[in-house]
């Protein structure tokens, strides 16, 4: 038995060993630099690895335009950017437990950070 993030490193080494054509290799490209952009690390538990143990969780599944890696066509930078804004971006773990009603997020803490920064003397 394995924790979800392990089984999706397990799969992930085969995944990348696989030819998978443009429409793959240009989603592959887009997940690490979805990853970098929403920071690296889990939001709930802080982990950080390989782009293929995340997730992006929306907060409000009824403002959900698409999934960000689903039905293989490509989108722009800017929608997938502008999709990332209703989400937090959870380790696969993690985000079986939110789905599970394990873990909860607390959507009315989201942004303070970047809200804060226009404060910063």
Wanted: glycine share 8%; charged share 25%; hydrophobic share 40%.
């Amino acid at each position: 038995m394995l924790c979800a993030n392990c089984h999706r490193l397990r799969h992930a080494a085969d995944d990348l060993a696989s030819k998978g054509g443009a429409v793959i290799e240009y989603r592959r490209r887009l997940k690490v630099c979805a990853v970098d952009h929403m920071g690296g690390r889990c939001f709930k538990c802080d982990a950080s690895g390989p782009s293929a143990i995340f997730d992006f969780h929306h907060t409000d599944a009824t403002d959900k335009r698409f999934g960000i890696g689903q039905d293989g066509i490509p989108r722009s930078w800017e929608r997938v950017v502008a999709e990332f804004e209703k989400c937090v971006m959870l380790c696969a773990t993690c985000h079986r437990e939110v789905h599970a009603g394990v873990r909860t997020i607390r959507p009315t803490l989201l942004g303070l950070a970047e809200d804060a920064l226009a404060y910063v003397a």
